[in-house]
């Protein structure tokens, strides 16, 4: 098909034939064949049944290679149709003879069906795959809004994004492309694609930055990246493996299908109703279906049913969108981690009710499934729990003093923060007073006793107050339950001998009385009781009197005040951790008073902040400073509120303290290594850690492992636990429910130790087959299989023996080199445990070494970049026989990343990312010694940021023909490494600049060009292919002056005067 007239219609569809012939021609390759147009070049069906066959992996029939006549050309298309067929592919408004004839349309429609059901989904059913393919796209990228496959990707902007998804450090700056550069955008990813993914360049970049890019064209690119194998569908893999901490998972299909892996991604983020990890493998659709219902539960909703899921055919592309949208979730609470207690511990009495609060997060926490237990002395008691929306409420009576302990649990799960100990403490309203009689002797003492049985233990003060306000405090003694003393007064007390007479009295509040009741007492005929009742809080004076006069004592002044309405709330009197900014907010709004908080921590206040929010509501701000049970004071009118003080825990888990070194018990991965059948125990010190909670949980390939923690002593935990199964296992560590910055510990148990079996050792490594002279070559030995043998290993040669150095590694494997000094054949001998191992001797053919002289190093890398660059360097070693290239790239502060491609043919490409603006010296060795210019001086600067450049001059400005200066200064001092171009355009086309400057390593460029007739001049200034600011600059030059004052005038709005003054500085200036 020829390219049509420029027409948006023939334009995409000459897109469309140019990426689907490319497709077509890349499967094509394994038979040795191409194409230059579908409608032509599948028109004889010989193509068409090649493609077919290398599409399905098989011969699909007879074919005629050279068809003699439209009839066979017939047949051959219809033998490619009915393989096509037989795969449950229905081609709908193509036939025979429309392939035949060349019907281009029809053709595209034809490939395109091949592409969705081969390369972009698996599906038999007519789903189109676009949803599916956005749905990833959405998830991998979500800083960028995806939404179709054509102005979305235009600019090349996503697949930069792509590309440091799939491979960070692959495109860092992506953020910072233009839209305006499209063309070299898709150009530089779909490069860097090639290079690092083998993703084939099926639309071309100027296509794909086309905005007459048609969809069908832009997802068969894409297609590369999601297809079966593809860097997408790995990715969204070692994701799942990462996040199940969890290597046995190879697939994104059939290890699926027993919906195990799903209802475990939905544990792993908080999801709840899975049954993880107790799950009978064998129900397959039942657990599919539970995962997906749990899924949902979190945001997710599924791509597919059930059945479909649990099907060996499930469609990977569908798998990869839904897994993927899990990606997006963010790790919710697990539902014992949703209740917690809200009630203070701090006045609990014996014998009295106490109130026991708690609060679950919200309605999904089933009240059915929570627990209480509170644990004394005699055992455990249960307590009923009764709701009121989020609120429950117990009520416990203690019957003993002492220490008690509260258990809140959760499906049989103890919820955060329990079990909560609390002291019940002896209740002074429980004790009885007795007398001899209702009156005192004066002079002479009097007993009293106070009855304690009911009251429970504590400490006993008896005070007296005479009628004059003298305090005494009699002593006595402890008699079985009761403490009995002796009082002597020497004060007359009793209103009986006071005569006849009236009481009355004045309760002054706010400079007014408040009404009063005054009753005889019930129990004593000469006492009165005074009764009022206040209408605010404040201050009341009681003034009494007898019969006119006010009574000895009077006034008493009484405070009252309501605390009962204010409230307080937030993390501050919760807990947090070490180091965070923690506040609480107090509404004062229906109390009234004065507010007062103070934060005290180990007996010391902190400094505490205060904001006014509205009135009588504050916000009060501290940090929490070190690991302590913080006592909050809210006081109101100078008096702590009821529930005040609070005491909010907090903890610093980056304090505890792994008391074993594992550095010598870990293998070359960095994976803790677990004795089989043997406990291991590993030993913390928490005691810097706060108030909280350690737990800890071993993952085994099959499951949980029981987990023992205990105390060896005071603010020592031991964590205890035993491997008998082989493979990984994950170590979780946990402070008051959070992980440790070490959790998880990776480790690996190799299983029960086997019997000795010296044929089971396995040698491997090049230094068993093939070495160079004078290079260390390294083989292992084996006998992970073998059992618990003692490795020996020697090397003979014609003109001298090797010795073998031998170092031991884990799980009975040990590395081995040597360094063989000539040319030659020798015999390695391996022995385990003194029986030689099979395949003793090793024939091992040593060759000369390389010779590095001869080793060329090129490539632009070497003049040197800017941070982020990515610099390109080879290295070729056709000429310098056989040997290895290792290279280092280092910086003056760190080693930077440099990626070695090897092509297999004696060149070596370097990638080289520096990331920091000063000289990198890059190492290149062949066979251990320095290639020719090794070490290289690579200078890196800084990145080009066009913004710090500056443009003046008045070759920028507008002016007059005759008497036009052109010159203008580009200054790009700070505006880091890069390359300048200045492109003008005048009145008739491009025009010629000449940029000067005095040395290479000047920051300031002097620009000049020649105007020749008036016009319309649009100057473009480039700092490493970006515009600057301002640029492009537009230039008006005019025949006269008055045209140029009539420009200003109209256009601009600008001051004649100020403008000549201006034009004459910038001349002056230059």
């Not at 506040?583 to 010391?604: M, P, Q, S, Y």
């Not at 809210?634 to 008096?639: P, S």
Request: glycine share 8%; hydrophobic share 35%; charged share 25%.
């Amino acid at each position: 098909m020829e390219q049509g007239g420029g027409n948006e219609i023939d334009q995409w569809i000459w897109i469309q034939e140019k990426t689907f012939t490319n497709w077509v021609n890349e499967q094509l390759k394994v038979s040795g064949r191409s194409v230059k147009s579908i409608s032509t070049d599948l028109c004889d069906g010989v193509n068409l049944v090649a493609l077919v066959e290398a599409l399905q992996f098989r011969k699909i029939g007879k074919v005629y290679p050279k068809p003699s006549g439209k009839i066979q050309m017939l047949q051959n298309v219809a033998l490619a149709f009915k393989a096509l067929a037989d795969d449950n592919i229905k081609l709908v408004n193509i036939g025979n003879e429309d392939v035949v004839n060349g019907n281009a349309k029809l053709t595209l429609g034809l490939i395109w069906s091949l592409v969705q059901r081969y390369q972009i989904s698996s599906r038999k059913d007519n789903r189109l795959p676009k949803k599916l393919m956005i749905s990833w796209f959405r998830t991998v990228l979500p800083d960028l809004d995806i939404t179709n496959f054509t102005t979305d990707w235009n600019d090349g902007i996503a697949l930069h994004a792509l590309l440091e998804h799939l491979k960070p450090g692959m495109s860092p700056n992506w953020k910072k492309l233009h839209s305006k550069d499209r063309a070299e955008n898709c150009r530089t990813a779909m490069n860097l694609f090639k290079d690092h993914f083998n993703i084939p360049i099926v639309v071309h970049p100027k296509d794909f930055a086309n905005d007459k890019l048609d969809e069908l064209s832009a997802m068969t690119y894409l297609s590369y990246l999601v297809k079966a194998g593809s860097p997408g569908y790995y990715d969204t893999l070692n994701w799942v493996c990462k996040q199940l901490r969890n290597t046995n998972i190879t697939n994104l299909t059939t290890d699926w299908n027993d919906g195990y892996y799903l209802c475990a991604i939905v544990h792993s983020l908080g999801g709840e109703g899975t049954g993880y990890p107790n799950i009978d493998r064998n129900r397959k659709v039942e657990n599919c279906q539970r995962g997906m219902d749990a899924g949902q539960k979190l945001g997710v909703e599924p791509l597919l049913s059930a059945s479909e899921m649990a099907d060996p055919n499930v469609d990977h592309l569908t798998m990869m969108a839904y897994i993927s949208k899990f990606r997006a979730v963010l790790p919710r609470k697990n539902k014992n981690e949703k209740i917690e207690v809200i009630s203070d511990f701090d006045m609990v009495k014996v014998g009295t009710e106490f109130q026991i609060r708690i609060q679950r997060e919200d309605n999904y926490v089933d009240i059915k499934l929570i627990g209480m237990e509170v644990q004394d002395k005699m055992g455990k008691h249960k307590c009923a729990l009764t709701w009121a929306d989020r609120i429950g409420q117990a009520i416990f009576i203690p019957k003993i003093t002492g220490e008690h302990k509260l258990f809140v649990t959760y499906d049989g799960v103890t919820i955060k923060d329990c079990p909560i100990e609390f002291i019940v403490k002896a209740d002074s309203g429980r004790a009885t007073f007795e007398m001899e009689s209702d009156s005192l002797r004066i002079g002479k003492p009097n007993e009293i006793s106070v009855d304690l049985s009911e009251a429970g233990k504590g400490e006993l003060i008896i005070e007296t107050i005479s009628p004059i306000g003298n305090l005494h405090y009699p002593s006595g003694e402890q008699q079985g339950l009761k403490y009995v003393a002796e009082i002597q007064p020497n004060e007359v007390a009793n209103t009986s001998m006071a005569g006849e007479g009236q009481i009355t009295a004045i309760v002054a509040h706010n400079d007014s009385s408040i009404p009063v009741n005054i009753e005889q007492s019930d129990e004593d005929e000469n006492t009165c009781e005074i009764t009022f009742v206040p209408d605010e809080a404040g201050t009341f004076t009681v003034h009494a009197f007898f019969n006119g006069d006010e009574v000895p004592g009077s006034p008493k002044s009484m405070s009252v005040t309501d605390p009962g309405l204010i409230k307080v709330s937030g993390d501050g009197i919760v807990g947090g951790t070490k180091g965070t900014e923690l506040k609480f907010t107090v509404d004062a709004e229906n109390a009234g008073g004065v507010i007062d908080v103070d934060v005290i921590v180990e007996g010391k206040p902190i400094n505490v902040m205060k904001h006014i929010i509205a009135s009588n509501r504050y916000e009060y701000r501290y940090r929490a400073i070190s690991a302590g049970t913080y006592m909050v004071h809210v006081k109101w009118n100078g008096k702590d509120i009821p529930e005040s003080p609070y005491r909010p825990k907090i903890t610093d888990r980056s304090k505890i303290i792994p008391l074993d070194d594992l550095t010598d018990r870990k293998d070359e991965n960095g994976y803790f290594v677990l004795d089989c059948d043997k406990e291991t125990a590993l030993r913390f010190d928490i005691s810097q850690a706060g108030p909280g909670n350690f737990t800890a949980e071993v993952l085994a390939p099959k499951g949980r492992l029981p987990v023992a923690i205990r105390k060896s002593k005071e603010d020592i935990i031991l964590v205890g636990f035993t491997a008998r199964q082989e493979g990984n296992h994950y170590i979780h560590l946990f402070w008051s429910d959070v992980p440790l910055d070490m959790s998880p510990i990776l480790a690996y148990c190799p299983g029960p130790v086997l019997p000795v079996d010296y044929t089971k050792v396995l040698v491997t490594g090049q230094g068993c087959a093939t070495a160079r002279a004078m290079v260390k070559a390294e083989f292992m030995i084996d006998g992970r299989k073998a059992g618990p043998g003692i490795p020996r290993a020697q090397m003979y040669g014609v003109k001298a023996n090797v010795d073998i150095e031998m170092k031991a590694l884990k799980y009975d494997r040990y590395m081995c080199n040597y360094t063989a000094p000539t040319p030659g054949g020798y015999l390695l001998y391996v022995f385990w445990s003194e029986e030689t191992v099979p395949g003793t001797p090793f024939k091992v053919s040593v060759l000369p070494k390389g010779r590095s002289n001869k080793v060329l190093v090129t490539g632009s890398g070497l003049k040197g970049g800017y941070v982020g660059q990515e610099l390109c360097v080879n290295v070729d070693s056709r000429e310098a026989g056989n040997g290895e290239v290792t290279a280092d790239f280092n910086g003056k502060r760190e080693t930077a990343r440099c990626d070695k491609i090897d092509h297999k043919n004696g060149i070596v490409s370097l990638r080289l990312y520096p990331t920091e603006a000063n000289t990198h010296t890059l190492f290149i060795k062949y066979d251990g010694e320095d290639v020719p210019g090794s070490p290289f001086k690579i200078s890196v600067g800084e990145p080009p940021d066009p913004r710090k450049v500056r443009c003046y001059g008045p070759g920028i400005e507008d002016g007059v023909i005759q008497n036009y200066e052109s010159r203008f200064i580009v200054e790009t001092f700070g505006a880091g490494a890069g390359q300048l171009a200045v492109r003008i355009r005048g009145p008739k086309g491009a025009f010629a600049v000449d940029m000067q400057r005095d040395s290479q390593t000047d920051r300031v460029i002097v620009c000049r060009y020649d105007p020749l007739e008036a016009g319309k001049y649009i100057i473009g200034v480039k700092w490493s292919g970006v515009h600057v600011p301002w640029s492009p600059f537009q230039v008006n030059i005019f025949e006269t002056r008055e045209e140029l004052h009539r420009h200003w005038k109209m256009e601009k709005g600008i001051n004649i005067s100020a403008r000549e003054q201006s034009e004459f500085l910038w001349k002056d200036e230059i």
